[in-house]
């Protein structure tokens, strides 16, 4: 080994030198950094990641490899001093590795002198450090690979030119041989094949962030065969002169060759190990997770898992394919024999694409694909289809990646958080699965139903009838629950009413009536409880046995793992034929919650929450009346989970002016009285994103309207800084656009003795306005259009509440009698059988105040989900923008307490954006970069004149020593 050092110190002083070593550097540099900023539009793509650095580095690095190389053996022997180093007494594979460790060497400190741009990268954005040591370590083996096969083509000839036109198609040849446009040219099985001996596909994909034993052992295995061939080269030189030794000759050849030959087996057997990688990105998103191990663990059918996938497909999906084939397969792994994963291209079996389409509805979806030389439309598959039992999924290619655009024209596509979309669909199949079968099956322990009701003499004559149907069903469901279900039925009257004042104490039940002219009270309360889980049942509004039993298995399957989640859904126009009208329409977020429950529109205007929901979200509120803040109230006191998005103002998006105007939400008063509510202010913030809105200019002292993309402080732009990082609900979210948001209050005397959480804030550098003028005026007030408040200040737009809540409407009769009494003094008084003629009674009550479990999540921006406001951040980031829709995902999950798919969902990798900077900002770190790579530059210089004095030195006191002696 000190031999190898010592050739390599000599090589390194040969190379630093002359100015190959300097120019390399130089040029090394300066293509980096041109590339970096100016060919892949660094600060255009907003994207805090250093892929541009490496995407042209196995291109790069064959020229300049080559370059390097090209005069190490060439340069020996045409001086002729090859022979001396042959006879020397130093062995021919100390000789090639001193002169392959100097090349490394040097090829490191180019490496080294590009780490100012990760740095500067993680100083404007949140850089995931994983894939750029993965893609430094993949530069290394890549450079190694190049300076083997350099070091034999050089040991072959004396002419450096020579040398360096061979090493540069060698290279080629192993880089061309994966890349994707000759891949394409086969089908599936060969392209998978090819990839495999590509010396680029293997860089892509450590560069990923995933060390994979394979793709290491395949770069040794390169440097492996090409230095043993060149030391094998300079053994056949040395016996160019002594050709006795015959036999030796041979067995140098059988060596080299079967360590060739070992080296190409061991990257065969290798293809079969999977798991002997090590994922080094932000949360292994390229790993599957123990929320996935989770849901796999509860299969009992087979889960049948094949992708479809066509052999000829767009060139940026192409890449994308054995990226999913390897997460497929660690699902099959996992499953511990339940998962069977399968692949098939299906143009080439019609009989599976005719299946396919009919049963599945899987198309094929026409791309378009276009070069400098022609331009066509490909056909092709990229789908995954989940099927457990008689439930399937189906993933196209809009679910499974994420488009970028990069530059003018070009395009960057990635996976979008691949096992979040396979398991969600895993999640959804077979909870829909189960939801078709035995209902106590998924309970694991028993539950009990308490229940308050009075004795039949004292109930309404549709409510004793209702009571004999609540022992039939309770009797039906006993049956069936196989000791799961344990009745407690109890008269809150009796005793003097002693029952009745604990259930009012510990669960605010109230007795109900039937309206307000009517003084008889009783009580028709169920509950179903197990361990410290509390679920109320709510009385039915149909009063049959039927609409009873689907409340009670409703609130039962709460209890049961495997049934999916109903949210009712709250916005401007739903539940009168559409879920909103024009201009407030939320079917982005919609479709994307239907994903993972079963959402259902609700106006609110009967007084009640469908009694299936598990969660209750309201968009954007306008005027409730008390009915509908009623049915919000009762059903926090159920212990429910609210969600509220909403705001003071209703902001109008004419197509010549834009304008806020201030509107009632009807909430007011309930929300200040559960201790939150909304200052009627706009916040404004300097740290924002930009927005295509219509300015007026001056041209010749006529005004003309355009529109131009400006930053615009009604758009706050939310950073990791700005939001709670400690809560799930922010999980996987790293930049946000909260616009037109409303500051929030949060009465610490009324929520003492409940947690909460404050999620988001906007900057330190934000103020609030209450001015209904939301134009921007740059004449008047400069760069941001509008006059800075004097009072600045982080602002919170969201916050959280769980705990007790006590209902607005605790002492005061139900709205809703109140809604019948009046309609009764209007036609008369009426008795029970003229009710009952006209329908079924009201039976309402109110209760006083909610169980700790109850959950209220306020957002202070009533469009910041809507479509209108995800179509304009998706302008303004030339990426499909769904950071509100996830942020509401993660609010339901967290309500839903589902911690598993939250968990996934926080592994994406593509949200991680650069924080705002103007062009000046932009231009100051350009050209820091560019003078850090000349600092370098210089310190390499002066360190290696440094050490060439100090050996200069040496040798003189060496010489002056020996002339004395």
Not at 804 to 825: C, E, I, N, V
Request: proline fraction near 5%; charged fraction near 20%.
């Amino acid at each position: 080994m000190r031999d190898v050092l010592r050739i390599a110190r000599k090589e390194m002083a040969t190379l630093f030198a002359s100015p190959i070593a300097y120019l390399f550097l130089a040029a090394f540099l300066a293509v980096n950094l041109f590339i970096f900023f100016w060919v892949a539009t660094f600060f255009a793509r907003n994207i805090a990641d250093v892929t541009p650095l490496f995407q042209w580095m196995p291109v790069l690095l064959i020229f300049l490899v080559a370059a390097l190389n090209m005069r190490l053996w060439s340069e020996e022997r045409r001086a002729g001093t090859l022979e001396m180093l042959l006879t020397a007494p130093v062995s021919p594979t100390r000789l090639v590795l001193g002169k392959f460790v100097a090349c490394l060497g040097l090829v490191a400190v180019a490496l080294a002198l590009t780490l100012p741009l990760p740095v500067t990268v993680s100083l404007l954005g949140p850089l995931d450090w994983g894939p750029v040591a993965g893609a430094y370590v993949a530069s290394l083996l890549l450079a190694a690979a190049y300076i083997a096969i350099g070091l034999y083509v050089s040991s072959r000839s004396d002419n450096q030119i020579v040398s360096l036109i061979a090493t540069v198609l060698i290279c080629a040849v192993f880089y061309l041989v994966g890349s994707n446009g000759f891949v394409d040219l086969f089908g599936y099985r060969t392209a998978d094949f090819l990839r495999l001996l590509g010396s680029g596909s293997r860089f892509d994909s450590i560069t990923r962030g995933v060390i994979d034993v394979r793709d290491l052992y395949y770069y040794v295995s390169l440097v492996g065969v090409f230095l043993a061939l060149n030391v094998f080269n300079l053994e056949r030189m040395r016996w160019a002169a002594d050709r006795r030794n015959a036999r030796s000759h041979t067995v140098w050849r059988a060596l080299t060759l079967l360590l060739a030959a070992n080296f190409l087996v061991g990257n065969l057997w290798l293809q079969q190990i999977g798991w002997a990688r090590a994922d080094l990105t932000k949360g292994h998103i390229y790993s599957i997770s123990p929320a996935t191990r989770h849901y796999l663990s509860e299969l009992r059918e087979p889960l049948l898992i094949r992708g479809y996938f066509s052999a000829h497909t767009h060139p940026l999906l192409a890449p994308l394919v054995p990226q999913l084939r390897d997460l497929l397969k660690e699902y099959a792994v996992a499953g511990h024999g339940k998962v069977n994963v399968e692949f098939v291209d299906p143009q080439q079996h019609p009989n599976i694409e005719r299946r396919a389409r009919q049963k599945y509805g899987i198309q094929p979806v026409a791309f378009r694909e276009a070069n400098r030389y022609q331009a066509g439309v490909v056909t092709s598959y990229f789908n995954i289809l989940i099927k457990y039992g008689d439930q399937y999924q189906v993933l196209n290619y809009r679910d499974l990646i994420d488009v970028k655009a990069r530059g003018a024209t070009g395009l960057d596509v990635r996976l979008r958080n691949p096992e979040y979309q396979i398991t969600r669909s895993i999640k959804k199949v077979l909870y829909g699965y189960q939801g078709g079968g035995d209902l106590f099956a998924n309970i694991s322990r028993p539950v009990t139903l308490h229940g308050y009701i009075s004795a039949t003499a004292k109930l309404p004559k549709p409510l004793a009838h209702l009571r004999e149907q609540l022992d039939q069903t309770l009797t039906q469901l006993k049956q069936q629950a196989h000791g799961k279900l344990l009745v407690d039925i109890r008269d809150p009257q009796a005793n003097g009413g002693v029952l009745a004042r604990q259930i009012g104490a510990k669960y605010g039940f109230q007795p109900l009536t039937l309206g307000l002219l009517n003084d008889s009270k009783f009580y028709f309360y169920i509950m179903l409880q197990s361990g410290s889980q509390t679920v109320p049942v709510p009385l039915p509004r149909e009063l049959t046995g039927a609409a009873l039993k689907r409340g009670i298995e409703a609130g039962l399957k709460r209890f049961a793992n495997g049934f999916l989640r109903t949210i009712d859904v709250y916005t401007p126009g739903a539940g009168d034929g559409g879920y909103a009208r024009v201009g407030k329409s939320y079917r982005t977020l919609m479709d994307k919650l239907r994903e993972d429950a079963v959402v259902q529109p609700t106006s609110l205007k009967s007084g009640h929450v469908a009694d299936a929901a598990d969660l209750l979200l309201v968009m954007a509120p306008e005027t409730l009346n008390k009915d509908q803040v009623f049915a919000i109230d009762q059903f926090l006191m159920r212990g429910g989970t609210v969600i509220i998005a909403a705001s003071p103002y209703s902001i109008g998006l004419g197509q010549r002016r834009l304008s806020a105007h201030r509107q009632s939400t009807g909430l007011e008063k309930w929300l200040a009285f559960q201790g939150l509510s909304l200052k009627p202010t706009l916040v404004l913030d300097p740290q924002n994103m930009p927005f295509p809105i219509p300015v007026s200019r001056d041209i010749g002292g006529m005004m003309v309207q355009e529109i131009q993309s400006i930053n615009y402080p009604y758009f706050a732009d939310l950073r990791r800084a700005e939001m709670n990082r400690t809560s799930g609900i922010t999980a996987g979210i790293d930049q946000l656009t909260f616009n037109w948001a409303s500051p929030l209050v949060i009465d610490a005397a009324r929520n003492k003795s409940r947690k909460v959480v404050r999620l988001l804030h906007t900057s330190s550098g934000s103020w609030t306005s209450s001015s209904d003028n939301i134009e921007p005026n740059f004449a008047a007030n400069g760069a941001l259009g509008f006059a800075p408040g004097k009072q600045r200040g982080p602002q919170w737009v969201a916050a959280a509440v769980q705990g007790r809540f006590q209902s607005y409407f605790k002492g005061k009769p139900s709205p809703l009698l109140q809604q019948g009494g009046a309609s009764k003094a209007a036609h008369g008084a009426h008795d029970a059988k003229s009710s009952d003629k006209q329908g079924p009674p009201r039976v309402t009550g109110v209760i006083d105040h909610s169980p700790k479990s109850a959950r209220l999540m306020l957002f202070g921006s009533a469009t910041f989900a809507s479509d209108t406001a995800l179509s304009l951040a998706t302008s303004a980031t030339q990426t499909r923008y769904l950071g509100p829709v996830q942020l509401i995902q993660n609010a339901v999950d967290w309500s839903l307490e589902d911690p598993a798919l939250l968990a996934i969902r926080g592994r994406s990798e593509f949200a991680r954006m650069l924080r705002p900077l103007d062009h000046d900002a932009q231009l100051f770190w350009e050209y820091l970069n560019y003078a850090l790579a000349l600092l370098g530059l210089l310190i390499v210089y002066m360190v290696q004149r440094q050490l060439r004095a100090r050996r200069q030195h040496y040798y003189r006191r060496v010489l002056l020593s020996e002339g004395g002696a």
